[in-house]
């Protein structure tokens, strides 16, 4: 009796030439396959997948809320202490300003004052 012997390389370099060759002469068929091929593959994958929760749906959706916030909120506390050192520094300066205004009028009153009484 003849064994025939099962060569696994053998076949698998066998298989891969014919699949250029298909390839070579029907490229487009090709394209199409694996086109088709993946698309499939992603629906069963997508369908195998089990469907959140909608609490596991909606604390996602709290949490990407809570990071974006975490991310956004330095950027608005820089501006919101910009914003706080700058009103300051009006109302300092205003508040100077107004300190001033009373020390002439006081200074000038003074002088009229004395200058009645003089």
Same mark, same amino acid.
């Given at each position: 009796?003849? &064994?025939? !012997?099962?060569?696994? $390389?053998?076949? $698998?370099?066998?298989?891969?030439?014919?699949?250029?060759?298909?390839?070579?002469?029907?490229?487009?068929?090709?394209?199409?396959?694996?086109?088709?091929?993946?698309?499939?593959?992603? #629906?069963? #994958?997508?369908?195998? &997948?089990?469907?959140?929760?909608?609490?596991?749906?909606?604390?996602?959706?709290?949490?990407?809320?809570?990071?974006?916030?975490?991310?956004?909120?330095?950027?608005?506390?820089?501006?919101?202490?910009?914003?706080?050192?700058?009103?300051?520094?009006?109302?300092?300066?205003?508040?100077? !300003?107004?300190?001033?205004?009373?020390?002439?009028?006081?200074?000038? $009153?003074?002088?009229?004052?004395?200058?009645?009484?003089?």
């Amino acid at each position: 009796m003849n &064994r025939i !012997e099962f060569h696994p $390389a053998q076949t $698998a370099n066998e298989y891969r030439e014919e699949m250029n060759r298909q390839i070579q002469r029907n490229p487009t068929t090709s394209v199409l396959i694996a086109l088709g091929a993946g698309f499939a593959a992603a #629906i069963l #994958i997508r369908a195998l &997948r089990p469907e959140p929760e909608p609490t596991t749906r909606l604390s996602r959706l709290l949490e990407d809320i809570q990071d974006r916030l975490r991310e956004t909120s330095p950027a608005i506390r820089r501006t919101g202490s910009r914003a706080a050192a700058e009103a300051a520094h009006v109302i300092r300066d205003s508040v100077h !300003e107004g300190e001033a205004r009373v020390e002439r009028f006081l200074n000038q $009153a003074g002088k009229r004052l004395r200058g009645l009484f003089s």
